[in-house]
């Protein structure tokens, strides 16, 4: 079946990018990661092709994340990467170019954005629009953004976390934080070399956290087994850790977050904070899915605290609700290049 391509949204994110198409829904979920070749300076592979190469590469061969922080840290290869997603979704006979919008933190610089057009034009997009990431999130998670009472969205990704107050369509007060499911990996990767004297990859941290990671420490502990390489000997080891343990590795950035969540509260006009302590705030974005986090920003700060559902598809699914009104938003949400 052939099938025309025209609108496409895509949340770039630092450790995950995912591609929408109205009609098709996500039709793409892959790494932010490029594998290049450091010889001839050529691309080789993007995507979860990349990712597997992760801590595996010879010299010969580098593996980039494109996006830290959630903007783009280097150009030639983020261009690479979007010129990759579109080729995976624009059929090939199309010669009419998509139109293309993309997410973008709320604490982006103009030059961080321009950055994201000029690629996405270079990369075969017709018009490029980017959007503030709290407002997708908090749109694909079903919150009635254009309602005149405050909403808070807490979007934990993996190179930001945003927090966003939002009425009537806009942000009122918003925050960006450059702490999220990166950082928490590098704090299981130092506390399990500072605790145990083992070095573990990014990787193996990163898998960890998805496994047995938890906000807060639980009576029914769970444990996973490790490897890695002991520092003392420089030879493979493996090591029990426990779910607790890692709770306490990642208690520091996470009350980062929190602290984060307190300051943009005390900021938001009472009206709106007063709405915000009856209905709660909803967490989004991968950082969601870690076990008790509902709980445990709930408990410091003493508002209720809801998981979206799909937390990680929010962003990407607010693109598509966008794009399938995309005259209604353009005025709103959106700068056009």
Request: aromatic share 4%.
């Amino acid at each position: 079946m052939s099938f025309f391509v025209s609108k496409i949204g895509i949340d770039l994110g630092t450790a995950n990018s995912l591609v929408f198409v109205p009609g098709r829904g996500v039709v793409l979920s892959e790494p932010s990661v490029v594998a290049v070749s450091m010889s001839d300076n050529t691309i080789l592979a993007v995507g979860e092709e990349a990712k597997e190469m992760t801590g595996r590469t010879p010299e010969t061969i580098r593996v980039f994340r494109p996006m830290r922080d959630g903007v783009i840290a280097d150009f030639r290869i983020t261009l690479a990467m979007i010129r990759y997603f579109l080729h995976r979704v624009v059929p090939r006979y199309q010669f009419v170019k998509p139109e293309v919008l993309i997410s973008v933190p709320a604490g982006i610089t103009s030059t961080e954005r321009r950055a994201v057009l000029e690629a996405s034009q270079l990369a075969g997009a017709r018009a490029t629009y980017v959007a503030k990431e709290p407002i997708l999130a908090a749109i694909g998670a079903g919150i009635p953004i254009h309602s005149s009472s405050g909403h808070m969205i807490v979007d934990i990704g993996g190179g930001t976390s945003e927090v966003a107050v939002i009425s009537l369509g806009g942000i009122v007060v918003a925050s960006s934080l450059r702490v999220a499911g990166d950082k928490l990996d590098q704090a299981i990767s130092e506390y399990i070399k500072k605790k145990h004297n083992l070095a573990v990859g990014e990787k193996t941290a990163e898998e960890i956290k998805m496994k047995i990671g938890t906000a807060a420490p639980s009576k029914s502990e769970q444990y996973l087994e490790v490897r890695g390489r002991d520092l003392v000997h420089g030879l493979p080891k493996t090591l029990k850790i426990s779910s607790n343990e890692i709770a306490e590795a990642i208690a520091e950035p996470l009350s980062e977050i929190v602290q984060v969540i307190k300051t943009l509260l005390r900021e938001t006009p009472p009206e709106l904070s007063a709405d915000i302590m009856d209905k709660g705030m909803v967490v989004s974005g991968g950082g969601a899915l870690l076990k008790g986090i509902d709980q445990l920003i709930s408990k410091s700060i003493g508002v209720p605290c809801f998981i979206a559902d799909d937390p990680m598809l929010c962003v990407v699914k607010g693109t598509g609700v966008v794009l399938d009104n995309l005259e209604a938003y353009k005025k709103s949400i959106m700068t056009k290049k």
